[in-house]
């Protein structure tokens, strides 16, 4: 008789939620992990598609497509390299804008198409760029820009490409910075680190342990609902908790490794940063740096002119080069560029 009693004592007590049970041990969760930001810039070999009839990018363009959008600093030096390029336009078979989009997905993707309208009697009258996000190279030369429905198909004849060397393959260009996409990417996911550590609040920055036997199942719940309150606008608040004839051990906070992570961020921003400049080549003079413990910066106009050099004008004269050397293509339409190197004095700066 008595164990049976001493058997339902339990079972009530295990039911009942007033009932405080001793030795009980408890987690309180903090939501699931989340995954970093899918690339999809994994290089992979280039191979035919004989059910698209095309050949397979080597990097996904939709994904180098994003990364302007992600993250300031390389997003920044693109539309700065475009406006460099198209800045010295002066006139030919393209607008601006079109010179614009030409540039911009040269330097976006590291390749781009110009074709070659003709009129009835197969003359070319006019010059048009294709998005590179959708051209795509196949077996025979010819081109395609996908799009709903059958694909658009160009010939050979009536298309001039332009691509960056990419060694590995020699079928479709190459980003000129595609060694600094993983920085691109660590910079963006330390600032939505950083912004979701201010929006959120109930971030596993720390475990509360307690191991007070006088601490009831109402106080944890208490507890658990306090937390769970202080996302948003309630976030960085106090609590009090009052355990009468507690032990003053039983409830502590043990840090996970938050606080160092919010201590990097500043360095992680700038490394990041200077690793994007440098994967583009792109003096720190022209990126809007402000100058940190004492450092200068030099001349911006000798900056900018350095990298026009370097930089701009190979790009341009590349552009010219291809455009005009093609027979078919009259002179009325070559693209004229402003190519001229400027000279630069030691003591005066540009001449």
């Not at 049976?4 to 007590?13: D, E, I, M, N, S």
């Not at 539309?79 to 460099?84: E, I, L, P």
């Not at 010219?320 to 078919?328: K, L, S, V, Y």
């Amino acid at each position: 008789m008595k164990t049976r009693h001493k058997k339902q004592r339990k079972q009530q007590a295990a039911t009942d939620p007033k009932t405080f049970t001793p030795g009980r041990g408890s987690v309180i969760t903090f939501g699931e992990p989340e995954p970093i930001l899918t690339t999809g810039t994994d290089y992979h070999n280039i191979w035919y598609d004989n059910d698209y009839d095309h050949w397979r990018l080597p990097i996904d363009r939709l994904a180098l497509a994003q990364l302007p959008n992600l993250n300031g600093q390389h997003g920044g030096v693109l539309y700065a390299r475009r406006n460099m390029v198209a800045g010295g336009y002066q006139g030919g078979g393209l607008t601006t804008d079109q010179v614009e989009q030409m540039a911009f997905d040269y330097l976006l993707f590291g390749d781009v198409a110009i074709l070659k309208i003709r009129n009835v009697f197969g003359e070319v009258i006019d010059l048009l760029p294709l998005p590179s996000l959708y051209t795509r190279c196949r077996k025979d030369g010819s081109f395609a820009v996908l799009q709903e429905g059958p694909a658009l198909i160009y010939e050979p004849s009536d298309v001039v490409f332009f691509k960056m060397y990419d060694p590995r393959q020699q079928v479709y260009g190459l980003p000129d910075y595609i060694g600094g996409i993983h920085s691109v990417l660590l910079n963006s996911e330390a600032t939505i680190f950083r912004r979701r550590y201010y929006n959120n609040g109930a971030h596993m920055g720390f475990i509360l342990y307690t191991s007070d036997p006088n601490l009831t199942l109402e106080m944890e719940n208490e507890i658990k609902d306090k937390i769970a309150q202080s996302k948003g606008l309630g976030n960085f608040r106090n609590m009090f908790i009052n355990i009468p004839k507690g032990d003053p051990e039983g409830v502590k906070i043990l840090p996970v490794g938050e606080v160092s992570a919010k201590d990097e961020f500043a360095n992680i921003k700038g490394i990041t940063a200077q690793d994007i400049f440098t994967a583009h080549r792109f003096p720190a003079g022209l990126a809007g740096i402000i100058p940190t413990n004492g450092a200068v910066m030099g001349n911006p106009e000798t900056a900018r002119n350095t990298y026009r050099k370097d930089e701009v004008i190979p790009l341009q004269r590349k552009f010219m080069n291809g455009i005009n050397h093609d027979p078919e293509i009259p002179p009325r339409l070559h693209l004229n560029f402003d190519v001229e190197i400027p000279m630069i004095s030691e003591d005066k700066g540009e001449k």
